[in-house]
């Protein structure tokens, strides 16, 4: 018993308990205050304006990866601070050019895009699609340098401005009747009103930003050149595979199923991805720095999962006995179907847990080539398992195999993670 109370102070002492607890309350907060609105967003917006909106996101989503070439992501990893305010510079100079990129494509092209998904009321929506891209690439690049700085209460002001202010603002224009231009202000102004006061929060750790140096700058791009060249194709794959359902389906199926999934794939991702991208973003620079110092982390990688499957999982199973009439009940009766789907999507969304957590491992080991062929065949699976479920002119059954292949796939990516952590135990004591 002793033995197992001092392992237990020693984690509750530990800085990376410290931190992912910092982060995970704030994320908490976060998706109580999302959660506690959605009932009324819900009986403000009809599924087929959620369904509108969720496509949306999702082409917003997959260009976003494209504003800083993802060379944000690699603003952890050096030992020199002056190689992290490059990478830091040119994925701000990236972030702006590719917004004038899209805006000018939009301004001319807009209505062409609309015409390729089949979808009129894209026309009015996409012109807010270049600032949706600025906030992104903006964020993200702030986001990575707070990470390195061990910054994560600025994180967290984030997280909990931005589900404040965009379900706010959600509720509010939902009142006034402004249809799907309410979800897509309520989550710009959200995504600004945050970044801007983190931003101020921070400001006395990024004065010494002000000082450009072209050179080190092309030099920190050559030096990463692999995250635009294997790192961005793969987070490209990840967003289209995530967002394939809504993508593809809405070709053949009524914008109302689409809304229906939209909502739970909202409810359960959410919460998932920001536990996730938590303990990835202080796992991130505490592993980054192990490594580089030769240190094991095999074993702080097997506690965590560890953990999960003790504290997390059980939520899980217990979700899966919640009746579909519930949702309806909490959502309105028109949100019904919710309760299905997510269902169908919990081993899934477990799994992302630990997929997203761990997901900075090919990034340390460089094997951003490898992940990138991992997820060009995960995508693949995904069109096929939805294609089959159209076959069959059935949404339902396009989302059950769906669901059957993500899990799938995600299992394998935990198995090839912890490959990569025992190759590197087993040649670090090989060097000893």
Same mark, same amino acid.
């Given at each position: 018993?002793?033995?197992?109370?001092? $392992?237990?102070?020693?984690?509750?002492?530990?800085?990376?308990?410290?931190?992912?607890?910092?982060?995970?309350?704030?994320?908490? =907060?976060?998706?109580?205050?999302?959660?506690?609105?959605?009932?009324?967003?819900?009986?403000?917006?009809?599924?087929?304006?959620?369904?509108?909106?969720?496509?949306?996101?999702?082409?917003?989503?997959?260009?976003?990866?494209?504003?800083?070439?993802?060379?944000?992501?690699?603003?952890? =990893?050096?030992?020199?601070?002056?190689?992290?305010?490059?990478?830091?510079?040119?994925?701000?100079?990236?972030?702006?050019?590719?917004?004038?990129?899209?805006?000018?494509?939009?301004?001319?092209?807009?209505?062409?895009?609309?015409?390729?998904?089949?979808?009129?009321?894209?026309?009015?929506?996409?012109?807010?699609?270049?600032?949706?891209?600025?906030?992104?690439?903006?964020?993200?690049?702030?986001?990575?340098?707070?990470?390195?700085?061990? $910054?994560?209460?600025?994180?967290?002001?984030?997280?909990?401005?931005?589900?404040?202010?965009?379900?706010?603002?959600?509720?509010?224009?939902?009142?006034?009747?402004?249809?799907?231009?309410?979800?897509?202000?309520?989550? =710009?102004?959200?995504?600004?009103?945050?970044?801007?006061?983190?931003?101020?929060?921070?400001?006395?750790?990024?004065?010494?930003?002000?000082?450009?140096?072209?050179?080190?700058? &092309?030099?920190?791009?050559?030096?990463?050149?692999?995250?635009?060249?294997?790192?961005?194709?793969?987070?490209?794959?990840?967003?289209?595979?995530?967002?394939?359902?809504?993508?593809?389906?809405?070709?053949?199926?009524?914008?109302?199923?689409?809304?229906?999934?939209?909502?739970?794939?909202?409810?359960?991702?959410?919460?998932?991805?920001?536990?996730?991208?938590?303990?990835?973003?202080?796992?991130?620079?505490?592993?980054?720095?192990?490594?580089?110092?030769?240190?094991?982390? $095999?074993?702080?990688?097997?506690?965590?999962?560890?953990?999960?499957?003790?504290?997390?999982?059980?939520?899980?199973?217990?979700?899966?006995?919640?009746?579909?009439?519930?949702?309806?009940?909490?959502?309105?009766?028109?949100?019904?179907?919710?309760?299905?789907?997510?269902?169908?999507?919990?081993?899934?969304?477990?799994?992302?847990?630990?997929?997203?957590?761990?997901?900075?491992?090919?990034?340390?080991?460089?094997?951003?080539?490898?992940?990138?062929?991992?997820?060009?065949?995960?995508?693949?699976?995904?069109?096929?398992?939805?294609?089959?479920?159209?076959?069959?002119?059935?949404?339902?059954?396009?989302?059950?195999?769906?669901?059957?292949?993500?899990?799938?796939?995600?299992? &394998?990516?935990?198995?090839?993670?912890? $490959?990569? &952590?025992?190759?590197?135990?087993?040649?670090?004591?090989?060097?000893?």
């Amino acid at each position: 018993m002793n033995k197992i109370e001092n $392992r237990l102070k020693h984690i509750y002492a530990s800085e990376f308990f410290k931190h992912s607890a910092a982060l995970l309350s704030s994320n908490v =907060l976060a998706q109580i205050i999302v959660f506690a609105v959605y009932p009324i967003i819900t009986r403000l917006y009809a599924p087929k304006i959620f369904g509108e909106f969720n496509l949306f996101l999702c082409i917003v989503g997959i260009l976003a990866f494209f504003t800083t070439g993802r060379y944000e992501a690699a603003i952890v =990893l050096p030992k020199q601070e002056k190689k992290a305010v490059a990478l830091f510079h040119l994925s701000l100079l990236l972030t702006l050019f590719c917004f004038i990129f899209f805006f000018v494509i939009v301004h001319f092209f807009g209505k062409n895009i609309a015409a390729l998904f089949h979808q009129e009321q894209l026309v009015s929506l996409l012109p807010y699609l270049p600032f949706y891209l600025l906030l992104w690439g903006f964020w993200h690049t702030l986001n990575y340098y707070f990470v390195r700085q061990k $910054r994560y209460y600025n994180l967290s002001v984030y997280n909990i401005t931005q589900s404040s202010v965009s379900s706010g603002m959600k509720c509010f224009l939902g009142f006034k009747g402004c249809s799907v231009f309410g979800l897509v202000w309520g989550q =710009l102004l959200g995504q600004f009103f945050a970044t801007t006061v983190s931003l101020i929060s921070g400001r006395s750790y990024l004065k010494h930003l002000k000082q450009w140096d072209k050179q080190e700058i &092309i030099a920190v791009a050559k030096t990463y050149s692999n995250f635009p060249k294997f790192q961005l194709p793969h987070n490209l794959l990840n967003a289209f595979a995530g967002y394939l359902p809504v993508l593809l389906l809405s070709f053949y199926f009524e914008m109302g199923n689409i809304g229906l999934f939209s909502l739970a794939l909202t409810i359960g991702l959410t919460p998932v991805n920001l536990f996730g991208d938590s303990v990835c973003q202080v796992l991130y620079k505490k592993m980054s720095e192990q490594i580089q110092n030769k240190i094991a982390i $095999r074993h702080q990688c097997f506690l965590f999962c560890k953990m999960c499957l003790i504290f997390i999982l059980p939520f899980f199973i217990l979700l899966a006995f919640v009746p579909n009439e519930a949702f309806g009940f909490l959502f309105g009766e028109h949100w019904a179907g919710v309760g299905l789907y997510l269902k169908l999507l919990l081993p899934g969304l477990f799994l992302s847990i630990l997929v997203a957590s761990l997901s900075f491992l090919p990034n340390i080991f460089f094997k951003q080539k490898t992940a990138a062929q991992i997820e060009f065949i995960y995508v693949i699976l995904k069109a096929m398992s939805l294609l089959l479920g159209v076959y069959l002119q059935s949404f339902d059954l396009a989302i059950a195999f769906y669901c059957i292949v993500i899990t799938f796939m995600l299992a &394998i990516k935990v198995v090839w993670y912890f $490959r990569l &952590i025992n190759k590197y135990e087993l040649l670090k004591e090989m060097k000893l």
